[in-house]
């Protein structure tokens, strides 16, 4: 188990650098190949390897690298916050997107945008965000909570009510927008990692950090959480508090995901379940290893964004909703056994 | 080492557990019987921690609630009557579970994995995923991994069963019953187990306590509480008894 574990970290460290140095080379305007991966060598050593002009320069750095550490960081945190809701509600069905946690948070967003856009600086959409995020948590997981744990198809129909409740919020505030705010909107709905800026950066890059940090400390009682609630409590396990610390870590994680780079679906519920078929389900593994998987599928998803139709580009949160809700049906066909 | 004084629980006005007092010692095979709806069942969520009790339940003369949470699931466990698991660890992987609250090295644990799920006779599924073993091996995976939560006790530890047997086929119902036994002559465990099988109860268990609706009706020797009057009054069921060469007595 240790050894194949080992090996699909590597594997997918591998597949997370070659797809990173893709997309730094890959893009509407041709730059040579060579000399912009000399220009990180450059960048990162204080070299001076590098032929690029000043504005293919702009390009790599300031377009596509940013870009690409967006969806890094933005990928793992949504990943891993997937893995850690399927764990808490014990469900594979469960992921950030589909119970209507991202669409809670785009709300908490898109009222930002339009209502307030400058209350508390570069602030206001992170925070709001956050808020929306948290509440509908609460709100999905209070609906879903019965005596016999949590039922699933509440959890589900929450999860509809409330991105169409959320839907409905959004239209009527779109209605009320002016025209900037329309624009930055319509973005955020469909998800895309254009809006990368330093601020947003730091932001996703320390909240990758310190919930990777968090939710290792919690691995062994997630995996006590899977014997079901009174056997974790049975071992030691204050299970109140931790699903509360879950819960309020994953909405600050969707949180920031979603102010950074709009709803993006399907990354939370897909990338736990490959890494599930390959090593199980031991939160130890889990957790890593969806970080590093939805780094490398978001990444992917962005390349592909931006080169199907280039000069232009898809909205990445498209992308990753063409690939993922195809992979939810067969799912839920496998689950269906179970439920009837 | 367990005292149970007076133990009630009615939730909405419904009374489910009537002053229930009984104490329980260290090396003690003790059984819970009674009819369907007698609070067996109750009494053993109350004692576990899993419903909130009227009255005193204490461990080593400590009320549970004032025990520290790892301290206390070092010291008092649950083997869950069915368990259903959400996602597919393998057996081992259960097993590992019963290190949460323990503090081991990898390599002691290993060897306490291995010691537990010889004992427990899953070793030769140890491999095999969870929710594709039957009722019965689930079971003995999951007391692999109870007395491996127990192993770290300081004092002999409580170990709660509800209905142990019921998934179990004939030698394994008996495998286990005798596990168990051992644990409590050899490591003073006190064992608590609601048996549905009365002659189990003659068999295997020290002392019983009768309940019917909620109370307390004996508590006593198994063959004294176990009497033909008891068994017509409180299961409606004429019994026979046969007395075996060995000198054991069987309810028929």
Partial sequence: MQRSVSLWAFALVCLLVISGLLSLVVGAMNVPILDSLLLVVDKTFGANFSQLQEYQEVVVLELRLPRLLLAIFVGAILAQCGAVIQGLFRNPLADPGIIGVSSGAAVGAIVAIVLFPAAWGSWTIPTNAFIGGLLTTLLVYGFAQSKNGTSVLVLLLAGVAISSFAGAAIGFLSYFADDASLRELSVWQMGSLTSASTANLWLAFTTMVLLMIAFQRRAQALNALLLGEPEARHLGINVEQLKLQMIILTAIGVGVAVSCAGIIGFVGLVVPHLVRLATGPNHHYLLPLSALLGAVLLMCSDLLARIVVQPAELPVGLVTVLLGAPFFLILLVQQRKNWS | ?252
């Fill in chain 2, 1 to 252: 080492m367990l005292q149970l004084d007076r133990v009630s629980f009615t939730p909405q006005g419904k009374t489910l557990l009537d002053e229930v007092s009984l104490s329980v010692n260290a090396g003690e095979m003790y059984g819970l019987l009674g009819p369907n709806g007698a609070g067996k069942t109750t009494l053993l969520k109350a004692i576990s921690g899993d419903i909130k009790a009227s009255g005193s339940i204490q461990l080593y003369g400590k009320e549970l609630a004032a025990w520290d949470r790892r301290e206390l699931a070092k010291h008092l466990a649950v083997l869950p009557q069915a368990s259903q698991l959400a996602f597919p660890f393998s057996a081992r992987e259960v097993v590992a579970l019963g290190l949460t609250p323990l503090t081991l090295s990898r390599e002691q644990a290993k060897a306490l994995i291995d010691e537990k799920m010889h004992a427990t006779d899953c070793h030769g599924f140890a491999d095999h995923a969870y929710p594709s073993l039957s009722g019965g091996e689930r079971q003995r995976v999951q007391l692999a991994r109870v007395l491996l939560q127990l192993s770290q006790a300081s004092h002999p530890p409580l170990l709660l069963l509800d209905e142990p047997t019921s998934a179990q086929d004939l030698g394994h119902q008996h495998n286990l019953l005798t596990l168990v036994q051992q644990l409590a002559k050899s490591e003073g465990f006190a064992v608590v187990a609601i048996l549905h099988d009365l002659n189990q109860v003659l068999r295997y268990c020290d002392r019983c306590c009768l309940l019917d609706r909620g109370q307390v009706c004996a508590i006593d020797s198994p063959m004294e509480v176990l009497s033909d009057e008891r068994i017509k009054q409180h299961w409606q069921y004429q019994s026979q008894r046969v007395v075996l060469e060995s000198g054991q007595v069987v309810l028929v």
